[in-house]
């Protein structure tokens, strides 16, 4: 009997898991009438939580990953997107 070994690695599950908080997130302000960008930006930018509802446990889901985590996140993402070769 062969046991095999599971790899896995942490980066990708760290970017997993801020994708899906930042969606659900996301959904969540939009549900409540909010502008989900806006409210995002406020909270990025001063790291006041009160940025984000409370609808759908979600300021507690943002408190959960460092916001220095979650701009790395998006900066990498842009840049993915972006042609720096001109």
Not at 54 to 62: F, L
Request: hydrophobic letters at 35%.
């Amino acid at each position: 009997m062969t046991e095999e070994t599971s790899l896995f690695n942490l980066s990708v599950i760290k970017k997993e898991n801020i994708k899906r908080t930042l969606s659900e997130i996301y959904q969540s302000l939009e549900q409540k009438g909010y502008n989900p960008m806006n409210q995002l930006i406020g909270y990025l930018m001063s790291g006041d939580a009160s940025y984000i509802s409370n609808y759908q446990n979600a300021r507690e889901k943002i408190l959960e990953i460092e916001r220095a985590d979650i701009l790395e996140y998006l900066l990498k993402e842009s840049f993915k997107a972006c042609d720096f070769s001109d």
